[in-house]
């Protein structure tokens, strides 16, 4: 049975970090800024496009620098769960929807605790928690399905005993 490193968790993690500040986020801020947009009528104003792209640059990069204390946060939640789950010997499946929910209650708990501390500061949007949490979520579903994939076969060494010193051949060649 194969057994869960500090080294496992750490991949894991950034490999989620990673799918979720260039693909999972992006797509979400992309989808809501572009959907208020619209519903604000601001497609006829002349600095709209431009200012909506900036506002999307700008938001997707401070969500890949605040999703890297998410990532610290998750670290060691993550190797204990990617312990229990591997001692348990369960499917790759059931350790990608465990991960998603660990990463999405942790993001909305980060993003909870962010609109507690400062909620003089700003006004959150009203599903704030849930776009963040369904994006991480996404994102370490993904991670995990792709990190917990079944390794490739290698191919079959056949001793022989060549002429140049040649330790064998593959069945392949």
Partial sequence: MRTWTAGDAVEL??????????VTTPVTITGGAGWSFLADGGIGA???????????????????????GGAIVALPCTYALGWALTRCSVRRGVHAV????????????????????WSHAWAPLPGLRLLIALSAAAAAAIATWR???????RP??????????SAGRTLDE
Avoid at 55 to 61: D, R
Avoid at 147 to 153: G, I, L, M, N, Q
Avoid at 158 to 164: E, K, R, W
């Fill in 156 to 165: 079959r060494r056949v001793p022989t005993c060549g002429a140049d010193g």
């Fill in 98 to 117: 465990a991960h998603a929910l660990l990463a999405g209650a942790l993001a909305a708990l980060c993003v909870w605790l962010l609109e507690t501390y």
């Fill in 13 to 22: 993690v950034e490999r989620s970090w990673r799918w979720m500040s260039f």
């Fill in 46 to 68: 002349p600095d709209g496009p431009p200012a909506l792209a900036l506002t999307i640059l700008l938001l997707a990069v401070v969500a890949g620098l605040v999703t890297i």
């Fill in 147 to 153: 990190t917990a994939a079944v390794p490739r076969r």
